[in-house]
């Protein structure tokens, strides 16, 4: 039941080329930065991500996309790193745009064994019609594009099916877990950490607090242990935020 790793390093070792990740966080709050260095210096590449965003330059996600590790990824905001940019414009990325609660609930379906949904999100769009370039060529011409979805009425109104999404292992970060890989998620840094746990086949957490079994009030544990399968003690390190605002 000690589900504890000796390092992030180990925790990370058999991620294999090509694989499919989930990466918790929103924007750099409760992002996995200490798996994602580790899985930096493990040097698996044509990685496929889903997270709602890609990080930013030099930090999250982002210092795996400008070491050229990211194949595919998957999210819905993608407006705070110009290396993406630059990579998805080039034809060296494969971009999947998801409207943010479509991709909430399809990583939800995911770890609640849900195959598909119909969802409104989208209808009437490319989102539900197609066309949605993926992959650009080197000359900018579009050479990838998303494909049509079935929709279907209910009640007069017309819905979209999505699928869901399970990935071969997923990231997230909490600020407190258990040897037994239960998890507690601080404030706003629930965002997506805990879809991305159960959408994961395997489940690597970091905790700031390594607690021992029976610590945690069972009413305010986010993420049960059977849904994690790796468990990492980091302890709180740099955190940043992407845009400072003060007032005068």
Not at 25 to 43: K, N, S, V
Not at 214 to 232: N, Y
């Amino acid at each position: 039941m000690d589900k504890v790793m000796a390092s992030a390093q180990d925790a990370v070792s058999d991620v294999r080329d090509g694989a499919s990740l989930c990466v918790g966080g929103f924007g750099l709050c409760g992002i996995p930065t200490t798996l994602i260095e580790a899985l930096l210096r493990h040097g698996a590449t044509q990685l496929i991500t889903v997270s709602n965003n890609c990080g930013v330059d030099g930090w999250g996600l982002g210092v795996l996309l400008a070491a050229g590790r990211i194949r595919r990824t998957t999210g819905s905001y993608v407006g705070e790193n110009k290396e993406f940019e630059r990579q998805f414009m080039s034809g060296e990325l494969e971009v999947e745009l998801v409207p943010q609660g479509t991709l909430a609930e399809r990583l939800r379906a995911g770890g609640a064994g849900i195959a598909a949904f119909y969802t409104p999100a989208g209808v009437g769009t490319q989102v539900a019609e197609g066309g949605l370039p993926i992959r650009y060529g080197p000359g900018g011409e579009v050479v990838m594009s998303s494909a049509a979805k079935e929709t279907r009425e209910f009640d007069g109104r017309t819905y979209v099916l999505e699928s869901a999404i399970r990935t071969d292992f997923a990231l997230v970060h909490a600020r407190y877990g258990d040897r037994h890989g239960n998890l507690v998620y601080e404030e706003s840094a629930q965002n997506f950490n805990p879809l991305c746990a159960g959408a994961g086949r395997v489940t690597i957490a970091e905790v700031e607090e390594l607690v021992e079994p029976g610590d945690l009030d069972p009413a305010r544990v986010h993420t049960p242990g059977i849904f994690v399968q790796r468990v990492v003690h980091a302890p709180l390190g740099e955190k940043r935020i992407e845009k400072r605002t003060v007032s005068s």
